[in-house]
């Protein structure tokens, strides 16, 4: 299998489908009703900012794309890294929460909905480790 560019339309789409395959997130995020961007700040190989689209909902995504332009969307939560940050919670080297509690991940919306939906997180990341991924150098 062929590894896919983080962060990338191609890496969105693949993600997506690793979510809607998931009966884990499925369960965990069986209430959640909310949407994302996640933003891949420049660093390395990445040059400019990437905006990560995903709308999540009741355990499945809906909608997950690269938005070219991000006024396209205006999601409810925003959280924002550096790639290198993004690599570590996919690698599984950081924990989402703890990158929100530390401020290594920036987080625009109701922190205290994301906070209550811990295992639904893990399920994201569980679900993204299963993307065959690769990182610009």
């Known amino acids: 299998m062929s590894l896919i560019t983080f962060p990338s339309d191609e890496w969105a789409k693949a993600f997506m489908e690793e979510i809607n395959k998931s009966e884990a997130y499925a369960e965990a995020a069986k209430t959640w009703e909310g949407d994302f961007y996640f933003i891949a700040t420049p ?4 040059k400019e900012p990437a905006y990560l689209y995903f709308d999540l909902w009741h355990g499945k995504c809906r909608e997950a794309f690269l938005a070219t332009d991000p006024a396209v969307k205006q999601p409810a939560f925003v959280i924002t890294a550096t790639l290198g940050q993004w690599r570590k919670v996919i690698e599984k080297k950081l924990d989402p929460m703890q990158g929100l509690m530390t401020r290594q991940l920036k987080l625009q919306g109701d922190m205290v909905k994301v906070m209550k939906a811990v295992k639904a997180a893990q399920e ?8 065959p991924t690769e990182f610009p150098a």
């Not at 660093?43 to 990445?46: N, P, Q, S, T, V």
């Not at 994201?124 to 993307?131: R, S």
């Open 124 to 131: 994201l990341v569980n679900c993204a480790t299963k993307v």
């Open 43 to 46: 660093e390395g190989g990445l």
